[in-house]
């Protein structure tokens, strides 16, 4: 069964920032486009980012230049580095792997982070 793992939430003062981190198991982690998305309480979830299998990147408007999707292939894992946090990035973070050729789409269990002073 495929698992991915999320790790690296938390609480942070805005302005601060935070790295989280996706490991994956069981999938052929290279062929997948691996994602960010969050859901805050009382919101639809949205995508924060994604990188595809050759790395090629896509961001919300609301976190370019703030925060950096990447993934190290030898090591199963997505990061997502989030800087300058604001208050309004709060919310339950989920890890995503897509395989569109047989519309494939994992979940991981999130991880919360909550900006605050």
């Known amino acids: 069964q495929v698992q991915l793992v999320e790790s690296g939430g938390g609480l942070e003062q805005p302005g601060g920032s935070l790295r989280l981190s996706c490991a994956a198991s069981?999938?052929?982690?290279?062929?997948?486009?691996m994602g960010w998305y969050r859901q805050a309480p009382g919101k639809q979830r949205e995508l924060v980012a994604v990188?595809?299998?050759?790395?090629?990147?896509n961001y919300a408007d609301s976190v370019k230049g703030r925060f950096t999707i990447s993934r190290d292939n030898a090591k199963n894992t997505v990061y997502l580095q989030m800087n300058s946090l604001k208050p309004e990035d709060t919310a339950v973070y989920y890890c995503?792997?897509?395989?569109?050729?047989?519309?494939?789409?994992?979940w991981g269990q999130g991880t919360q982070v909550t900006v605050s002073s």
């Open positions: 995503n792997a897509y395989f569109a050729v047989r519309d494939y789409h994992y």
């Open positions: 069981r999938i052929i982690f290279s062929i997948y486009r």
């Open positions: 990188i595809s299998s050759g790395g090629n990147t």
